[in-house]
């Protein structure tokens, strides 16, 4: 069994895609790491995680009105690896995740 838990701040407002008697709610976090490296100088690393919620059409989808930019969030759920090819031919790697649990963890701002 595979199980990711990620808090984080939401990159840029949720998205709705219908697909066939399901609705789709993307959105993508960043969760940013702080260390000191060996020579003392503070680091701060970003990973960038591409969510997708599963509702069906009976369930509500009323959540996606808080996923806005900045939002803090905790969500759990199953990751896949996934990478594309750029029009440069560079590799990229990014994890998606099939989210189980949504928690707010702030307010969304108007």
């Known amino acids: 069994m595979k199980r990711i838990e990620v ?3 939401i990159g840029k407002d949720a998205v709705i895609k219908d697909f066939n008697d399901k609705k789709a ?3 993508n976090i960043a969760e940013n790491e702080y260390y000191t490296d060996k020579d003392g100088n503070k ?3 970003t990973s960038w995680f591409n ?3 599963w509702k069906s ?3 509500s ?3 996606a009105e808080y996923l806005k ?3 803090k969030v905790f969500i ?3 990751p896949k690896a996934d990478s594309y090819i750029t029009d440069k031919g560079e590799s990229v790697a990014f994890i998606n995740i099939q989210v189980k649990n949504i928690e707010l963890l702030s307010k969304v701002e108007n």
């Open 25 to 27: 709610i993307n959105f």
């Open 7 to 9: 808090i984080g701040n």
């Open 69 to 71: 930019k900045g939002v």
């Open 61 to 63: 989808i009323k959540i």
């Open 51 to 53: 969510c997708t919620l």
């Open 57 to 59: 059409e009976s369930q």
């Open 76 to 78: 759990e759920g199953t």
């Open 43 to 45: 680091i701060e690393k």
